[in-house]
């Protein structure tokens, strides 16, 4: 663990977490414009599935969600980390579910295998998290196939077989485990998980290019060379970075740090009541945050 990390208790990490888990994920809040589909295309059905393309236009998927693709480009994304039909993937803290709505349907119509390294409950709070994706999974098996939960947290297990998955996934989280101190053991989970030659994906927030790292990552974003030392660290290699997933209208000068920015929106400081009257037109200019896109490999 890298000793310039301050770790916080185990239940301010999963009281953090859980308050986070769903923003952005899917779930509208008080502070979340209405969002219409996209106009496009027939809807995927189940059944039907045979590329990317095809479960990310799935009939399944929330309009609100579809709406987000313009800023996420999840068919993009998951080509450039290499994803393919039979493959075995682990996602790490799906929050509501947003990939996993993408993932699960592919994976179980092209026959293969999606873990979910989901929050590691230890109060009313998380476990109400992990419980409500798990029913959303459980009610929805036609859609989702056998989907199989792990946990990721401080003190966790294995999230996948060791030596099982062919892609590992941390989707605009790395942040929160840098707060939590144990960004360190999320790339060493990942790397146990792992074939040699598996790929690990990153989208995350990014800094400022050449600005000193705040080792708590308080306002959501990371240094993305940072991001890359700490998987080097781990034993990873970097194969390729992308700009699929960047703003250059995200100046990162937002007063409640990178949720300001939507989906979140947020008009106070997390945890405190929205503001009245809070102007959102700025940021709702710039839209979603400047992220960066990497893909890093378990060396053969």
């Known amino acids: ?91 790490f803290w799906p929050g ?41 999974l459980t009610d929805n098996k036609k859609v989702y196939g056998a989907v199989e939960v792990t946990a990721f947290g401080p003190t966790s297990g294995p999230v996948a077989p060791a030596g099982s998955a062919d892609l590992v996934l941390f989707l605009r989280n790395l942040h929160n485990w840098m707060a939590a101190g144990i960004a360190d053991k999320a790339f060493r989970d990942a790397f146990a998980a792992l074939k040699p030659g598996g790929v690990l994906g990153i989208e995350e927030h990014r800094g400022v290019p050449g600005a000193v790292q705040d080792p708590l990552a308080a306002d959501g974003y990371v240094q993305q060379d940072y991001a890359i030392q700490l998987a080097k660290e781990a034993g990873f290699l970097l194969s390729a970075d992308s700009e699929i997933n960047a703003n250059p209208k995200d100046d990162r000068k937002h007063p409640f740090g990178v949720w300001t920015l939507p989906p979140t929106r947020l008009s106070a400081p997390r945890g405190q009541p929205p503001k009245a009257g809070f102007d959102h037109a700025k940021y709702d200019a710039i839209g979603e945050s400047d992220r960066m896109t990497l893909k890093l490999v378990k060396p053969k």
């Not at 992990?130 to 029913?135: L, M, N």
Request: hydrophobic share 40%; with cysteine; net charge positive.
């Open 96 to 136: 509501a579910g947003w990939y996993t709505d993408i993932l699960a349907p592919f994976l179980d119509a092209t026959g293969g295998k999606l873990y979910v390294a989901n929050l590691e409950p230890s109060d009313p709070q998380t476990t109400e998290v992990v419980e409500a994706y798990k029913r959303k």
């Open 1 to 91: 663990m890298r000793s310039d990390l301050f770790i916080p208790s185990r239940r301010a990490l999963v009281a953090g977490a859980a308050s986070l888990a769903l923003a952005g994920c899917g779930k509208k809040t008080a502070e979340t414009p209405n969002a219409e589909a996209p106009k496009g295309g027939k809807p995927a059905e189940i059944g039907k599935i045979a590329t990317i393309g095809d479960s990310v236009a799935g009939a399944w998927r929330l309009p609100a969600d579809k709406a987000r693709d313009a800023w996420r480009h999840p068919v993009e994304s998951l080509t450039f980390w290499g994803l393919k039909p039979g493959q075995t993937v682990v996602e």
